[in-house]
């Protein structure tokens, strides 16, 4: 399986061990038989993009990010959704479901494997409800890119839970006929 959810249960200890975390640099430690230079030299992983509780948290979706997604057409959505949380893992599969709008709102519901996903955008802002086996999360989404060009959405933004970020989602889709 290529997805790295872990169970519900995990994300409580998750958000505990965060909470401990501190705003400022910390020097590296060196474990046995390394020296102290050979620890601090490691780079970051490039596979982990997803924001750390430290990060600053990004500007809140809108108006703008609401209008943009307006243009899409209403019908069968069909591509690949991709939403990564911050210490838990992600969610990186094709995805297939249904664009509608009601007023200046717009939804875009189905699956990725056997995840269930709604993404909401409003004036009033955007939210993401993720519904997979054992693991459940609703996320603010933040500015970021939401591009339409037609019937197909490019979208790229940062997730947040309360004041803190939380993760992305990224979806390639084409809605409509």
Known sequence: MRRALLVS??????????????????????????????????????????????????????????????ALPTGPATGTAVLAYAGVGEVREPFTGTCTHDGGTTRIEGTADTARITLTVAPAGATVVLEDVGFAATSTLATGRYDVAGRHLSLAAPLTSGDQPSGSIELELDCGS
């Open 9 to 70: 249960a995990v994300l409580p200890a998750v958000l505990l061990a965060a909470g401990g975390c501190s705003s400022g640099p910390s020097a590296p430690v060196a474990g046995p038989g390394s020296s102290p230079a050979a620890s601090a030299s490691s780079a970051p992983s490039p596979v982990d993009p997803v924001p750390t509780p430290t990060d600053p948290v990004a500007t809140p979706a809108g108006p703008a990010e609401a209008s943009a997604l307006a």
